[in-house]
C-alpha cells in the first residue's frame, strides 16, 4: 500500500466531507449535510472525529439569532488530503498501467 494513502481519511463520508472543504474557507453545516445527503447526528460524528484527528476545525456562530457550525480544514487536514488524494491517483495509475488481468475461462 502507498505510504500516504491515509485509512482514517479513507472512510466514505470523510473522504467526501474533506472533498467539499478543500477548495473552500469556513463552510456550513448545512451545505455539508446537504451535499452528502447525510443525517444531523451521522455528519456531526464525522466532524467530530475529524476535528479529533486535527483535520477540521469547527466554529459555531450566531448572527441574527441563528445559531450555525461551520467548518474548515485545517493545515494538516489539508496536507493529509492531498496526500491522501496523491496516494490514490498513483494506485489509481498503477492499476491502469498493469492493464487488465488475464482470466482463464
Do not use: N
Not at 502507498?2 to 466531507?17: G, S, Y
Not at 491522501?84 to 482470466?103: F, N, T
Amino acid at each position: 500500500m502507498d505510504a500516504d494513502f491515509d485509512e482514517f481519511l479513507h472512510v466514505p463520508a470523510r473522504l467526501a466531507i474533506v472533498a467539499l472543504l478543500a477548495p473552500a474557507s469556513w463552510t456550513d453545516f448545512r451545505f455539508l449535510r446537504e451535499a452528502i445527503g447525510t443525517s444531523d447526528s451521522a455528519l456531526s460524528k464525522q466532524l467530530s472525529a475529524l476535528a479529533a484527528q486535527g483535520y477540521v476545525e469547527l466554529r459555531k456562530e450566531k448572527g441574527l439569532g441563528v445559531r450555525r457550525t461551520v467548518a474548515r480544514l485545517t493545515s494538516q487536514g489539508r496536507t493529509a488530503f492531498r496526500r491522501h488524494a496523491a496516494a490514490l491517483e498513483r494506485i489509481a495509475a498503477a492499476a491502469r498501467a498493469s492493464g487488465p488481468a488475464d482470466v482463464e475461462g
